[in-house]
């Protein structure tokens, strides 16, 4: 077949002119061009914004959920929400090869988690065999295209693969924690109880150093033992995310009456913008890796309060995200055994 565009543009079928991400509808006729790779598809992770969203809808009926996700795939040709506008990574095995891609360091046969966006990956559901809505994960039977430009990394050996697709899943949010936390900084992380939450505050620790605070929030205290008893973070506080001024409160008292050096955001809730904003110092830094940030919300709501801070928005691609993420599960048996009881 001929080649395709790199970013795979020539999948686009409306509107015309986009990426696979922005379109309402790609092809997902599962005929590879020469730059693309076939994959035999065993799972789906979530993104967890996105699954929250459909599993509210569905009443937490897994048939609902099911039916959800397949109307969603058979009309936008990928797992794409129409409401979050996100996705979520998929696990699986290598069917086809491109002849262009042939110098690729995997092979047909070879097990991968795609670390691109489903909302970007031509996809079709045969079956959906199981539902894991405590770990926003589904088994299906299915393929997925990958385009040249689409980034994986190959399954490594010396852990689950079940264990790797939740860490991998979120890849992106503590390898860019490793990049912008410097040490002495004063880290406030809000969602810390779930998985990215929780690899944030393992990395955030490494590098505040022994003069750095590091403090976890959750909408209960389910993870509070969790994060201070493996020294995960040195505070940990219960507020409600949606909640500015309760957040605010609570955190400054966390960190001696300092506003923060650094905000992470990984709520997978919408309207918790500003409990991110508020509590951070002007010339301070805000990192929304959650899919549920609006950016109008956290723009419009700096500037009526006067905050003059950094803000990032969560890329799920960060330089040797994977690696950094999988050695996280490798030199912390405590973190590796909290994803193995709570994501396998």
């Not at 996705?87 to 290598?94: Q, V």
């Not at 609570?250 to 923060?260: R, V």
Request: with cysteine; proline share 4%.
């Amino acid at each position: 077949m001929a080649k395709g565009n790199k970013y795979g543009a020539h999948r686009v079928i409306e509107p015309q002119g986009l990426l696979p991400q922005a379109a309402k509808k790609i092809d997902n006729t599962m005929e590879i061009y020469d730059n693309e790779i076939l994959v035999d598809v065993s799972a789906l992770n979530i993104d967890s914004a996105s699954f929250h969203q459909l599993w509210e809808a569905a009443g937490h009926d897994e048939e609902k959920l099911k039916q959800s996700i397949l109307d969603i795939v058979a009309e936008r040709g990928k797992m794409q929400n129409p409401v979050t506008g996100s996705g979520g990574m998929l696990m699986g095995t290598i069917a086809q090869i491109g002849k262009d891609l042939k110098d690729r360091d995997v092979k047909v046969g070879d097990r991968i988690a795609t670390l691109v966006s489903l909302s970007t990956t031509p996809l079709q559901i045969k079956k959906i065999l199981k539902v894991y809505p405590q770990i926003d994960r589904v088994e299906i039977e299915g393929q997925a295209i990958l385009f040249e430009s689409g980034i994986y990394a190959k399954l490594p050996e010396d852990m689950s693969e079940n264990l790797a697709l939740a860490a991998l899943d979120v890849a992106g949010a503590p390898a860019q924690t490793a990049n912008i936390v410097k040490p002495n900084d004063s880290v406030l992380i809000l969602g810390a109880g779930g998985k990215s939450g929780m690899l944030i505050a393992y990395e955030a620790m490494k590098r505040v150093g022994p003069c750095g605070n590091v403090v976890g929030m959750s909408h209960n205290d389910r993870p509070k033992d969790t994060l201070l008893n493996n020294h995960f973070v040195h505070q940990f506080f219960v507020a409600d995310a949606k909640n500015p001024v309760e957040v605010l409160d609570k955190a400054l008292a966390c960190n001696n009456g300092k506003e923060y050096d650094v905000a992470i955001n990984v709520v997978n809730i919408d309207g918790t913008e500003m409990s991110s904003i508020l509590p951070v110092r002007d010339g301070g830094l805000v990192y929304f890796f959650s899919m549920a940030t609006s950016f109008t919300r956290a723009a419009l709501g700096a500037e009526g309060v006067g905050k003059d801070v950094t803000m990032i928005m969560g890329n799920g691609y960060t330089k040797n995200h994977a690696e950094i993420t999988l050695s996280e599960l490798r030199e912390c048996p405590a973190l590796k055994e909290y994803f193995e009881k709570h994501y396998l």
